[in-house]
């Protein structure tokens, strides 16, 4: 069964404004991941935070973990019309390393 | 270096019969997962291999679904008597070991049954 939940479902915004999706989650983790996925096939891995992380930047990604509240958000700043692609949390267990469970993704769509 | 490759890139079949989808992993990537994707939804976890281990299948929707790996390299997705609910994107991915956590995605098969 899916892990994580994101929302929104669907996210639509202008170029050079900011993208905000949240994941939430059900269980202890050891790590959490957003991968990227362009028309349905195959995905790219964005950025990794540990259990043990707050808040991780990568370029205009900036990823937070809050595990009280079993949640995270992924934040594209300055959008751009290429970054428009579904994007997915991917949870790792503890108890069951190297499996990931993803939730059904955020489709964001940015407009030029 | 090369990334993950998969075929076919497409897979029309009709219902009942078998089909086998491929993976090559990235050279040197010990650890190989098959996911499906259903229209519209989140990857589903299907299998597992790590090295010589014994693979996690737990996530085997049935006994239709099978899957092998020679040594550490190329594995084969084998589905038996194909439905229609089948119909999906089988994604493969292989990371460098079971503990790095980073997993690098294949373009996936799109099987359609008929």
């Known amino acids: 069964s899916q892990q994580g939940e994101e929302d929104p479902q669907a996210l639509s915004i202008q170029e050079g404004e900011n993208a905000t999706m949240n994941c939430s989650y059900k269980t202890s983790i050891n790590n959490l991941q957003w991968y990227r996925q362009n028309s349905g096939r195959g995905l790219v891995h964005l950025i990794l935070i540990r259990s043990n992380e707050r808040e991780k930047h990568s370029g205009r990604l900036r990823v937070t973990l809050d595990t009280s509240k079993k949640s995270s958000s992924l934040l594209i700043t300055a959008s751009r019309a290429a970054d428009t692609a579904s994007y997915f949390c991917a949870t790792e267990r503890g108890s069951t390393l190297g499996r990931l469970y993803f939730g059904r993704g955020t489709q964001l769509t940015v407009w030029p | 270096g090369a990334g993950v490759s998969q075929s076919p890139s497409n897979k029309v079949t009709e219902k009942g019969k078998d089909v086998e989808l491929r993976c090559d992993p990235i050279?040197?990537?010990?650890?190989l997962y098959w996911y499906r994707q259903r229209l519209g939804q989140g990857l589903e976890f299907l299998i597992y291999?790590?090295?010589?281990?014994?693979?996690?299948k737990s996530g085997l929707p049935s006994d239709r679904f099978s899957a092998e790996r020679t040594g550490e390299s190329v594995s084969t997705l084998t589905i038996q008597r194909t439905q229609q609910e089948d119909s999906a994107v089988y994604l493969c991915a292989s990371s460098q070991t079971w503990t790095e956590e980073t997993q690098y995605f294949g373009p996936g098969t799109r099987l359609l049954v008929l």
């Open positions: 291999f790590q090295g010589n281990s014994a693979p996690d």
């Open positions: 050279s040197g990537h010990t650890a």
